[in-house]
């Protein structure tokens, strides 16, 4: 069993920068990946970012890959979400997730949330025009 917590988010106007922090904890669980998704209201929750923890790079969405930049720290079972030159756009709940089964282990797996079996609570994140 893990359990998530996420920190770090706020108000934030635009062209500003956040940074998102996840904590994993718990006691019998091995991390294979984490990632960050986003949900805004009325709509479904999307990928943003993600890392394997074998991996060399991270995996990004589209629409801020330039932007924003995932951060490991294994020896600290963390995980960070760098968030630069925010736009209205990315005001969202932001949950970090992660893979403790190895399911995401299949093909573009990482970047599906059925592939995460532990979420945070989620942190909210607005930015002002």
């Known amino acids: 069993q893990v359990q998530l917590v996420e920190s770090g988010g706020g108000l934030v106007r635009a062209g500003g920068s956040l940074r998102l922090s996840c904590a994993a904890s718990?006691?019998?669980?091995?991390?294979?990946?984490m990632a960050w998704f986003r949900q805004a209201p009325g709509k479904e929750r999307e990928f943003v970012a993600a890392f394997t923890w074998s991996g060399s790079r991270g995996y990004y969405a589209d629409s801020v890959k330039d932007r924003v930049t995932i951060v490991r720290d294994n020896a600290k079972n963390r995980a960070y979400l760098q968030m630069n030159s925010l736009k209205p756009e990315d005001t969202a709940v932001y949950y970090c997730?992660?893979?403790?089964?190895?399911?995401?282990?299949?093909?573009?797996?990482?970047?599906?949330?059925?592939?995460?079996?532990?979420w945070g609570q989620g942190t909210q994140v607005t930015v002002s025009s």
């Open positions: 718990g006691r019998a669980f091995r991390l294979y990946a």
């Open positions: 997730a992660a893979d403790t089964r190895m399911t995401t282990d299949s093909g573009d797996g990482i970047y599906d949330k059925y592939g995460y079996d532990a």
